[in-house]
């Protein structure tokens, strides 16, 4: 499993992310909010690919503690 993380100091609310991952993003007042932070195997390209179409790496996918 993982989890995906937003920095809100650098999300500028383009919304390309919420398009690859809308089962765990959205936009919330011009920025990302995060809906489901816990990335499973069947998700996981979706949320890949929130993170890299990011134009200011605003997303971070790591492996979950403990899984």
Not at 39 to 61: F, K, M, S
């Amino acid at each position: 499993m993982w989890t995906v993380t937003a920095d809100f100091a650098r999300c500028e609310g383009h919304g390309l992310c919420v398009e690859e991952a809308p089962g765990h993003l959205r936009m919330d007042d011009d920025l990302v909010a995060i809906t489901e932070d816990v990335v499973t195997g069947d998700e996981l390209p979706g949320v890949r690919a929130a993170v890299r179409v990011c134009p200011v790496a605003a997303l971070r996918l790591e492996p979950r503690s403990g899984s």
